[in-house]
């Protein structure tokens, strides 16, 4: 998880980052870092994947508004 804080502070989104939730953060990671996808985090936090999906959209969305 410190690599998607370390690419966010790079490009001025240290205080998005923040904002985000633990689980936002790790999903966030797991999906663009370390390429896993929904169905496969799904299984592992044990929610739908259009549960993750919407964890993501959200974190990315806080993101954005920074």
Same mark, same amino acid.
């Given at each position: 998880?410190?690599?998607?804080? #370390?690419?966010?502070?790079?490009? #001025? *989104? ?5 904002? *985000? ?16 996808? #929904? ?5 592992y936090y044990d *929610? ?12 990315? #969305? ?5």
């Amino acid at each position: 998880m410190n690599a998607l804080k #370390d690419i966010l502070e790079k490009i #001025d *989104l240290k205080e998005g980052y923040e904002r *985000l939730t633990e689980r936002e953060k790790k999903i966030i990671s797991l999906y663009y870092l370390e390429g896993y996808v #929904d169905e496969e985090i799904a299984a592992y936090y044990d *929610l739908t994947r259009q549960a993750i999906n919407y964890i993501r959209k959200k974190g990315i #969305d806080k993101l954005k508004m920074f």
